[in-house]
């Protein structure tokens, strides 16, 4: 109870609870990642089940009877008759899915490479951070395809629909890791050659203990930015790979799957088949990366 | 005589850069006893940290340790490295660091703090290891010391904090201290209480310290035995109490002379010409011929006598003259 009402009274909880971009942000986040985690009991019909798929449904028109079933859908149907709003609920699963594991990954990778670029120094820093050099120069999504391109080159075809998912992480996380490893090896730098990780220099800490131990902690809050306004980032670098065909197969499509096969209906005028899965796509994407702007100013010590 | 805790002989740091070798430690020897207070003064690039740096192993590249040996309770450890390194300088080492603000990590309680230094020196268990640390922030004067041991580093004052920093070089109980200008962050009411926290608590324990600092008021304070550097070298060392009342060394003079004494009653101090040559600019004779007032030819073409840890007092040429 104490731990809970000393959160209450944080800075940290002051501002939030002063911030209204960042309650809607949070309040159109946790509806979004609510609703796609709780997807199968919410939705109402399971576009991946085809027993329960209609032919005679194709192209409803949103809030409308169909023609030849009076069955009313809220957000139409596409051409195989799936309900939009399921393929929306079950396609942000994906989404969300393939956009935490990539930031994770990159993360993970990111923090740990600048945290050694950045406390040993020498060689081994440049080398690393050269390598993170070069990779800037590439556009990331080019880095993503290039990756998606080695991948789907060496796995072997029947195995291609199920790791199109996991090289899609890997991808998204291979081309974002950069930007942790700059931004960790920066602040290692400044901690480094602060007197606490002196004295425990002094008293016999391993390196390795005194990285994880004294270190990773004071770096992690700007991490904790990044990784809000990279999520966002990935969603929609998930979405560009998908719309480009390269991403999430048709089998398990992702938001980005939905609006590509949506903009083929576009100019038939089928418009709901592709405005509503990138409205979500947009929401998404928007109130993510709202709240890791007020994140960043709320941790910024000099913005208080 | 008994074998000083710190004997450091002909100690030599060089940092090679692309024109020349400098040398910010050049042929200093010293020793410290047990108990006993050094006090190293000097101006700021004299060499000072640098030779506490050195004691410690913890040089940054490219300095390294050229020449000379470092020898603590009789073991050499200049040459020690890895592990072996590790052991010594943390168990036998303590450090004060100057800015308490940056000498903690500020996401540990200071109770984690401790007990972390105490728990890699010293074979207890955890509870053992915050008994420990509870009496040593007694020792050190924090009030309420149970209830404060969960507090974090930002919840204390500067002057608390360094308590926290005191306890935390004094609790794995080393034989040396080094304490690196620990009150110039510090306001003057402050400085006081840690200098003399630190005076205590080292002649009951019978811990060496090396105490750098620029303030002669402290070392006045403080400190048993003086050392004074100037441009990486030995310029005088003795007895604080004849260092400071009848300094053998002309720079030592002048440093005497421009400290503001109440007493005195002088409305100008007298300065030392000039300012410390840049290491890349040092003259062949005395480093500090060219600012002093009693320089001679010998003084501006032969190199310096070297300081040995006991013999004579100051490095200078004219030194017995200079003092009357």
Request: charged share 15%.
């Given at each position: 109870?104490?731990a809970?009402?000393?959160?209450?009274?944080?800075?940290?909880?002051?501002?939030?609870?002063?911030?209204?971009?960042?309650?809607?942000?949070?309040?159109?986040?946790?509806?979004?990642?609510?609703?796609?985690?709780?997807?199968?009991?919410?939705?109402?019909?399971?576009?991946?089940?085809?027993?329960?798929?209609?032919?005679?449904?194709?192209?409803?028109?949103?809030?409308?009877?169909?023609?030849?079933?009076?069955?009313?859908?809220?957000?139409?149907?596409?051409?195989?008759?799936?309900?939009?709003?399921?393929?929306?609920?079950?396609?942000?699963?994906?989404?969300l899915?393939?956009?935490?594991?990539?930031?994770?990954?990159?993360?993970?990778?990111?923090?740990?490479?600048?945290?050694?670029?950045?406390?040993?120094?020498?060689?081994?820093?440049?080398?690393?951070?050269?390598?993170?050099?070069?990779?800037?120069?590439?556009?990331?999504?080019?880095?993503?395809?290039?990756?998606?391109?080695?991948?789907?080159?060496?796995?072997?075809?029947?195995?291609?629909?199920?790791m199109?998912?996991?090289?899609?992480?890997?991808?998204?996380?291979?081309?974002?890791?950069?930007?942790?490893?700059?931004?960790?090896?920066?602040?290692?730098l400044?901690?480094?050659?602060?007197e606490?990780?002196?004295?425990?220099?002094?008293?016999?800490?391993?390196?390795?203990?005194?990285?994880?131990?004294?270190?990773?902690?004071?770096?992690?809050?700007?991490?904790?930015?990044?990784?809000?306004?990279?999520?966002a980032?990935?969603?929609?670098?998930?979405?560009?790979l998908?719309?480009?065909?390269?991403?999430?197969?048709?089998?398990?499509?992702?938001?980005?799957?939905?609006?590509?096969?949506?903009?083929?209906?576009?100019?038939?005028?089928?418009?709901?088949?592709?405005?509503?899965?990138?409205?979500?796509?947009?929401?998404?994407?928007?109130?993510?990366?709202?709240?890791?702007?007020?994140?960043?100013?709320?941790?910024?010590?000099?913005?208080? | 005589?008994?074998?000083?805790?710190?004997?450091?002989?002909?100690?030599?740091?060089?940092?090679?850069?692309?024109?020349?070798?400098?040398?910010?430690?050049?042929?200093?020897?010293?020793?410290?006893?047990?108990?006993?207070?050094?006090?190293?003064?000097?101006?700021?690039?004299?060499?000072?940290?640098?030779?506490?740096?050195?004691?410690?192993g913890?040089?940054?590249?490219?300095?390294?340790?050229?020449?000379?040996?470092?020898?603590l309770?009789?073991?050499?450890?200049?040459?020690?490295?890895?592990?072996?390194?590790?052991?010594?300088?943390?168990?036998?080492?303590?450090?004060?660091?100057?800015?308490?603000?940056?000498?903690?990590?500020?996401?540990?309680?200071?109770?984690?703090?401790?007990?972390?230094?105490?728990?890699?020196?010293?074979?207890?268990?955890?509870?053992?290891?915050?008994?420990?640390?509870?009496?040593?922030?007694?020792?050190?004067?924090?009030?309420?010391?149970?209830?404060?041991?969960?507090?974090?580093?930002?919840?204390?004052?500067?002057?608390?904090?360094?308590r926290?920093?005191?306890a935390?070089?004094?609790?794995?109980?080393?034989?040396?201290?080094?304490?690196?200008?620990?009150?110039?962050?510090?306001?003057?009411?402050v400085?006081?209480?840690?200098?003399?926290?630190?005076?205590?608590?080292?002649?009951?324990?019978?811990?060496?310290?090396?105490?750098i600092?620029?303030?002669?008021?402290?070392?006045?304070?403080?400190?048993d035995?003086?050392?004074?550097?100037?441009?990486?070298?030995?310029?005088?060392?003795?007895?604080?109490?004849?260092?400071?009342?009848?300094?053998?060394?002309?720079?030592?003079?002048?440093?005497?002379?421009?400290?503001?004494?109440?007493?005195?009653?002088?409305?100008?101090?007298?300065?030392?010409?000039?300012?410390?040559?840049?290491?890349d600019?040092?003259?062949?004779?005395?480093?500090?011929?060219?600012?002093?007032?009693?320089?001679?030819h010998?003084?501006?073409?032969?190199?310096?006598?070297?300081?040995?840890?006991?013999?004579?007092?100051?490095?200078?040429?004219?030194?017995?003259?200079?003092?009357?």
């Amino acid at each position: 109870m104490e731990a809970l009402s000393r959160a209450w009274r944080s800075d940290f909880s002051w501002s939030f609870r002063h911030s209204p971009v960042a309650i809607i942000s949070l309040g159109v986040v946790l509806l979004l990642v609510l609703s796609a985690l709780l997807a199968p009991w919410v939705a109402p019909h399971n576009p991946f089940d085809p027993a329960s798929l209609n032919l005679m449904n194709g192209f409803t028109r949103p809030m409308e009877p169909n023609a030849f079933t009076q069955e009313i859908f809220w957000l139409g149907t596409d051409d195989q008759g799936r309900d939009v709003f399921s393929t929306i609920l079950y396609g942000m699963r994906i989404s969300l899915f393939v956009g935490f594991t990539a930031v994770l990954f990159a993360l993970i990778l990111g923090v740990t490479l600048g945290l050694i670029a950045g406390y040993a120094g020498g060689w081994t820093e440049t080398t690393i951070m050269r390598v993170a050099d070069v990779q800037l120069t590439f556009p990331a999504i080019l880095v993503a395809m290039l990756i998606f391109g080695i991948a789907k080159g060496i796995t072997p075809v029947d195995m291609r629909d199920e790791m199109a998912i996991w090289v899609l992480i890997i991808a998204i996380g291979l081309s974002d890791w950069v930007q942790f490893a700059r931004v960790v090896r920066g602040a290692t730098l400044v901690e480094k050659n602060k007197e606490y990780v002196q004295a425990a220099r002094l008293i016999g800490r391993k390196p390795g203990a005194i990285m994880l131990r004294h270190i990773l902690p004071n770096v992690m809050s700007p991490v904790l930015v990044i990784a809000t306004i990279s999520l966002a980032l990935a969603i929609i670098a998930e979405a560009t790979l998908s719309f480009l065909g390269v991403g999430a197969p048709p089998t398990q499509p992702s938001l980005g799957t939905l609006i590509r096969i949506g903009q083929g209906y576009l100019f038939s005028g089928e418009w709901w088949i592709i405005l509503f899965p990138a409205i979500t796509l947009l929401a998404l994407a928007l109130s993510v990366n709202l709240l890791g702007d007020w994140l960043r100013d709320a941790l910024n010590p000099k913005l208080r | 005589m008994v074998e000083p805790v710190l004997s450091v002989r002909g100690l030599t740091v060089e940092i090679p850069t692309r024109h020349s070798v400098l040398r910010p430690v050049d042929t200093v020897s010293f020793d410290i006893a047990a108990g006993e207070i050094l006090g190293v003064v000097g101006e700021s690039g004299a060499g000072k940290s640098m030779t506490g740096n050195a004691v410690i192993g913890l040089l940054d590249r490219p300095a390294h340790i050229a020449g000379g040996e470092i020898w603590l309770n009789g073991e050499r450890i200049d040459q020690l490295k890895g592990d072996a390194l590790r052991q010594v300088r943390g168990k036998h080492i303590g450090m004060v660091f100057q800015d308490p603000l940056t000498s903690l990590n500020p996401l540990l309680t200071i109770g984690q703090q401790l007990v972390e230094t105490i728990q890699v020196h010293l074979d207890v268990s955890g509870a053992e290891a915050k008994n420990r640390a509870v009496n040593s922030l007694n020792e050190v004067g924090i009030p309420a010391a149970a209830e404060r041991i969960d507090a974090y580093p930002h919840q204390f004052s500067g002057g608390m904090r360094q308590r926290v920093v005191i306890a935390l070089a004094l609790c794995a109980e080393p034989s040396l201290i080094i304490a690196d200008e620990p009150t110039t962050a510090l306001d003057v009411s402050v400085q006081a209480q840690i200098i003399a926290l630190l005076k205590r608590l080292c002649h009951e324990r019978g811990t060496a310290v090396m105490l750098i600092t620029h303030d002669m008021g402290v070392i006045a304070e403080a400190a048993d035995r003086v050392a004074v550097m100037y441009a990486g070298r030995m310029a005088e060392l003795g007895p604080a109490r004849e260092v400071l009342t009848k300094p053998a060394h002309p720079y030592t003079v002048g440093l005497m002379g421009s400290t503001p004494l109440a007493s005195a009653g002088k409305e100008r101090l007298n300065q030392i010409e000039g300012s410390m040559p840049r290491l890349d600019e040092l003259q062949p004779g005395c480093a500090f011929s060219p600012r002093c007032p009693y320089a001679q030819h010998k003084c501006r073409i032969e190199p310096r006598p070297t300081l040995e840890a006991h013999e004579g007092r100051a490095a200078c040429w004219l030194a017995g003259e200079v003092a009357e």
